[in-house]
């Protein structure tokens, strides 16, 4: 991830989007909500307007290219697929205090790191190596990018610390373990939400080029592109609500679904049209592989300044 400085982006007030009846949670916290209902990854958007560049911005990240599940069950060259969540008691496990390339800006901490955290790609993996966990004793959301260990202690990127029950976000400018400056776990597409059958979020994305820019919630671009043809760090893209449905078996469904209500938002570089979710031994791979018949063409950007929480 590339920090530079921020470009503010301003725009019209539009009227409210219908809220998520009840925020989010996870199996293993059930007392925290994954951000109040009224924070933007809980709210729907299937009835906002489209905006005006959307048919460019799909174009740049790619009209003929096909979504992408980045996420699964079992192995890809020996890691799991997926980010994972590490839930832990605050009052329990060890802190510490990561020592970060990007200390200006990330929370200093303590982080609460159990021996057993789960890494991205596992402890000996290349690439991002985000950790999430979640205290489910206080409600808070720790997140880490590039952790490593580091003699007795721990390394890593950079690093955010979340309250569940809030929507604040981060200083103007700032990174957080995701190059958007957003949290990642309100993002991912989970396997005990889509067996209970519904995602009632947006789900995380990337692309592989963005602007030298972002829109609200993202506080942070990593960029030197000024095209204003690519999109922006925390550009919100949703299904096409005509898009059929019929024939995708149910997990893939369930995905879609969500693609439609709550739509996705850009969050970091990389593969595009590849969206997140946690690690799980029951998704079908053969399910969630035919979602790569969907297409960038079939998403259009959707206009959202009027998704500003009323409280912080």
Known sequence: MRRARLIALAGLALPLAAAAAQAPRLPAAPACP??????????????????????????????????????????????????PITVVSGKSTPKYLPAFAYAGESDRGPYPIPRDVRIEGGRSAEGDRHA?????????????????????????????????????????????????????LPGLAR??????????????????????????????????LTDPRLPPMGLRLRLRVAYPLAGFPRQARVLLEALKRYGMIVADNGSSWFVSGAPDPHWSNDDLRTIDRVKGSDFEVVDTRSLRPRSP
């Open 132 to 184: 999430l966990i979640v205290d489910r004793e206080s409600c808070t959301l720790y997140e880490l990018y590039a952790l490593s260990p580091r003699g007795a202690g721990w390394s890593a990127g950079s690093g955010a610390i979340w309250s569940l029950r809030s929507n604040r976000v981060r200083p103007a400018g700032w990174t957080s373990a995701d190059a958007a400056g957003l949290p990642i």
């Open 191 to 224: 396997f005990d939400e889509v067996a209970r059958g519904r995602i009632d979020h947006a789900l995380r994305f990337t692309v592989e080029r963005t602007r030298r820019a972002y829109v609200y919630p993202a506080r942070h671009f990593a960029s030197d």
């Open 34 to 83: 994954i951000f109040p209902a009224d924070n933007p990854w809980n709210r729907r958007v299937d009835r906002l307007p489209v905006a005006a560049n959307s048919r460019a911005i799909v174009a740049s990240i790619g009209a003929g290219a096909g979504l992408h599940a980045d996420f699964g069950s079992g192995l890809h060259e020996g890691r799991p697929i997926g980010i």
